[in-house]
């Protein structure tokens, strides 16, 4: 039997959800009954197939804003743009990110300022923007999709790893500085999650290594992942619903591990 959270009719803007993780977080939260603004980029055709389906499978509206979210002035509007469209804004989910995974010594001085823009500047501005109309309503969950590496290091990420360290952080920080409001601001922190992303480089890191992908799987991808499991949509969905229904409300400033004991080495 489905969970009822007491969601229906809430608001979320989910950044980065026309793939992966923030697409199946967004059809969770609507799947509960809350109008959601999807965002990111690609085909047009594409996202509004998703877009339109989502909407179909569950009876709430879903919109779409595509701003970048390496524009403070766009991620404004796309804030903005929720409120316009639904009136409100309860839930706001930072997830969109990207990655580039070299040695720092060669690293591309771009590659590091779009790394840091996407993932820990982007939560700063969608986060600004929130606030006031959160605080206006009494009200509000903010959640910051961050990552085992924002509690631990890997080699040749380190751009990534300094970005989603200053999300807990600043998680952290909102959260104390808005304890008094009714808004809190949580991480979760997901180990590997078997996104189009991660399929693509088991299927390329199984040719060049010329061993098959279970061991991919095992070896190179969960190395370090004591389970051994990728972490599914439907354990971050959960760990969501929780944070934004009335019993996370004591749930403030939080990194939640979803890793299958990565972190607990
Ligand atoms: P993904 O590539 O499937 O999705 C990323 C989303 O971000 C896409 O919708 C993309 O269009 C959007 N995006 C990228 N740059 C953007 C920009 N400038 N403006 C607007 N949107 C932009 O990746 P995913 O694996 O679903 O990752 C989602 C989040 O989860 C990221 O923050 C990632 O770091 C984090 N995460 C992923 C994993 C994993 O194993 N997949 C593990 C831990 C954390």
Known sequence: M????????????????TSGIGQALATA???????????????PAKIEADRMAIQKKTNAAVRYHGA???????I?????????????????????G??????VETYPEEKWDALLAVILSSTFHATKAAIPIMKGQGRGRIVNIASAHGLVASAFKAPYVAAKFGVVGFTKACAVELARTGITVNCICPGYVK??????????QA????????????DVILAAQPNKTFVQYGHLAGQLLYLVSDVGAS???GSFVIDGGWTAQ
Do not use: C, W
């Open 29 to 43: 939260l609507a799947e509960q009954g809350v109008n959601v603004v999807l965002n990111g980029f690609g085909d």
């Open 2 to 17: 489905a969970v009822d959270y007491h969601l229906e009719g809430q608001v979320a803007v989910i950044t980065g959800s």
């Open 76 to 96: 404004a509007d796309l804030i903005g743009y929720a409120v316009k469209e639904f009136g409100r804004l309860d839930i706001l989910v930072n997830n969109a």
């Open 251 to 253: 749930a403030t400033g």
């Open 195 to 204: 996104t189009p992303l991660i399929e693509a480089q088991v299927v390329d």
């Open 98 to 103: 990207i990655q580039h995974v070299e040695a």
């Open 207 to 218: 040719k060049t290594r010329g061993i098959p992908e279970d061991r991919v799987i095992e």
């Open 68 to 74: 970048d979210m390496t524009k403070p002035k766009e």
